[in-house]
C-alpha cells in the first residue's frame, strides 16, 4: 500500500530534551516537507527536500533540523524542544515538486511540558 | 508573497442545505487544492484545479476555480452528515516548491 508513515504518533516530552520524529514513504517520491499544524493558523511548512540530500527552509524552521541521507526517509528533529513546538506534526511527500498533490502521513501529536 | 484564506473558518449548517466556502489567495497560482481533514485524521485530497474556469465534483462536493478573481469555491450540495470535517484549500506557490494553506474550515452538519 503507497503510504507515508511517521513514528511516533504522540509524544509526551519535557523541554530541552532532544526528539526524532521519523518519516518514510513507498511511492518513491523526491519531495517531502514537514508542516506543523496550529488551532487558527492551518498548516504551515517547516523544512522541505527536494531530493537526497537536499533540504531548505520553509516558514517557520526555528528550532527544527532535518536531513535526507536516503529517499524514502525525511525525519525531523528537534534539539531542545520547548512548549511552543507542542503541535500536530505533518510529513508530507509528492511526485516531484512542492506544488504536485501531496499525501500527508498520519500525523505526529507532540506535547512538550 | 503568497497567502491564502478561507472564509467562514466555522460552519454549522443543517443535512440537506447547500453552501459555498471561500478560498482567496493573494498573488499568481498556478493550482488550487482542496484537502479534507477528519477529527483526529490526516488530510486526504480532494481536487486539484490547474485552469481558470476548471469545476471538479465528486458527490455532493464541486470546486471550481476563477483565477481572474483569485477565489476558488467549494460548493456542498444536500449537505449529510458524513462531510462534517474541515476542508483546507492549498495554493501553490510558483516557483517556490510549496504549497501555502488556508486556515482551514471546520464544517458541523447537523441532522
Known amino acids: 500500500e503507497a503510504q507515508v508513515t511517521q513514528n511516533p504518533r504522540y509524544l509526551i516530552t519535557v523541554t530541552g530534551k532532544k526528539l526524532t520524529v521519523t518519516c518514510s514513504q513507498n511511492?518513491?517520491?523526491?519531495?517531502m516537507s514537514w508542516y506543523r499544524q496550529d488551532p487558527g493558523l492551518g498548516l504551515r511548512q517547516i523544512y522541505y527536500s527536494m531530493n537526497v540530500e537536499v533540504t531548505d527552509k520553509g516558514d517557520v524552521p526555528e528550532g527544527y533540523k532535518v536531513s535526507r541521507k536516503e529517499k524514502r526517509n525525511f525525519p525531523l528533529i528537534l534539539e531542545s524542544p520547548s512548549p511552543n513546538q507542542t503541535s500536530l506534526y505533518f510529513c508530507?511527500?509528492?511526485?516531484?515538486?512542492?506544488?504536485?498533490?501531496?499525501?500527508f502521513g498520519p500525523g505526529t501529536r507532540l506535547t512538550v511540558l | 508573497e503568497l497567502k491564502v484564506e478561507q472564509n467562514p473558518l466555522f460552519l454549522s449548517m443543517q443535512e440537506g442545505k447547500n453552501y459555498t466556502i471561500y478560498c482567496n489567495y493573494s498573488t499568481t497560482s498556478d493550482r488550487l487544492y482542496w484537502y479534507r481533514q477528519d477529527p483526529g485524521k490526516s488530510l486526504e485530497s480532494l481536487f486539484v484545479l490547474l485552469s481558470n474556469g476548471a469545476v471538479k465534483q465528486e458527490g455532493r462536493l464541486m470546486a471550481s476555480l476563477d483565477t481572474k478573481a483569485r477565489l476558488s469555491t467549494l460548493h456542498i450540495t444536500a449537505a449529510v452528515h458524513d462531510l462534517s470535517a474541515t476542508y483546507f484549500c492549498?495554493?501553490?506557490?510558483?516557483?517556490?516548491?510549496?504549497?501555502?494553506f488556508g486556515q482551514g474550515t471546520r464544517l458541523t452538519i447537523n441532522p
Open positions: 511511492m518513491n517520491h523526491e519531495y
Open positions: 508530507a511527500s509528492s511526485l516531484l515538486a512542492g506544488t504536485d498533490t501531496q499525501y
Open positions: 492549498a495554493a501553490g506557490q510558483v516557483g517556490a516548491q510549496k504549497l501555502v
